[in-house]
């Protein structure tokens, strides 16, 4: 199985800051990845995928970028409705596989 | 708009079989174009993919629950079915279904999921 590592477990920031997220892959994914966001008692949300490319209707605060092993989400200007937990995810190969997570929360 | 709905008993019994459906609505599930699949997420913890299958029937089963999983897609109710066997207290999970669209070639992403639903196993 592909190990999926994110960096770090849990953040907090300030309304307005800019964040990164990093996710590392045991083994290269080429870029078969997604980001997903979960709120407390919600559904995970699609972000990203293909690493880099942006959901329908998400807006463009959020961005990934990254390639073979290291890929990154990055938030800009937070707003209090990103304050969540941000899950990676390979669909490279099965099975697929999650990160443990990142949550965000309010300094 | 494409929803999912899962539905089931809310409590199972330890050693009994878990059996949940996803209903789709706002969309077909014999679209060529997508697999359907189901995630769990024990209490306080992460994801963990179950499993995922293509209309036609063909199915991909995470290794770790392969020997009591069975997931199944009935076109004519436009619904997919989840069955886990032999359910202990490690089975207690929130449980999703997704839709999986296609990326690249046979490359699939989870990109809408249902609400969820609570599953405990106790006695």
């Known amino acids: 199985d592909i190990q999926m590592t994110q960096s770090p477990s849990s953040l907090s920031a300030s309304v307005g800051d800019r964040v990164t997220i990093t996710c590392r892959a045991s083994q290269g994914i080429s870029n078969y990845l997604a980001w997903f966001q979960q709120k407390p008692g919600k559904a995970p949300k699609s972000l990203i995928y293909?690493?880099?490319s942006l959901q329908s209707g998400v807006p463009s605060k959020f961005s990934g970028s990254g390639s073979g092993t290291d890929f990154t989400l990055t938030i800009s200007s937070l707003q209090p409705e990103d304050f969540a937990t941000y899950y990676c995810?390979?669909?490279?190969?099965?099975?697929?596989?999650f990160g443990q997570g990142t949550k965000l929360e309010i300094k | 708009q494409l929803q999912l709905q899962e539905s089931g008993p809310g409590l199972v019994k330890p050693s009994e079989t878990l059996s949940l459906t996803c209903t789709v609505s706002g969309g077909s599930i014999s679209s060529s174009s997508y697999f359907w699949g189901w995630i769990r997420q024990p209490p306080g913890k992460g994801l963990e993919w179950i499993g995922s299958?293509?209309?036609?029937?063909?199915?991909y089963y995470n290794p770790s629950l392969k020997s009591r999983v069975t997931i199944s897609v009935d076109t004519s109710k436009n619904h997919l079915s989840l069955n886990l066997s032999s359910v202990t207290a490690a089975d207690t999970a929130v449980y999703y279904c997704?839709?999986?669209?296609?990326?690249?070639?046979?490359?699939?992403?989870?990109?809408?999921w249902g609400k969820g639903t609570t599953v405990t196993v106790s006695s």
């Open positions: 995810q390979q669909y490279y190969s099965y099975p697929y596989t």
């Open positions: 299958i293509y209309y036609s029937g063909s199915t």
């Open positions: 997704a839709r999986l669209a296609l990326h690249f070639l046979f490359y699939y992403y989870m990109d809408v």
């Open positions: 293909a690493a880099s």
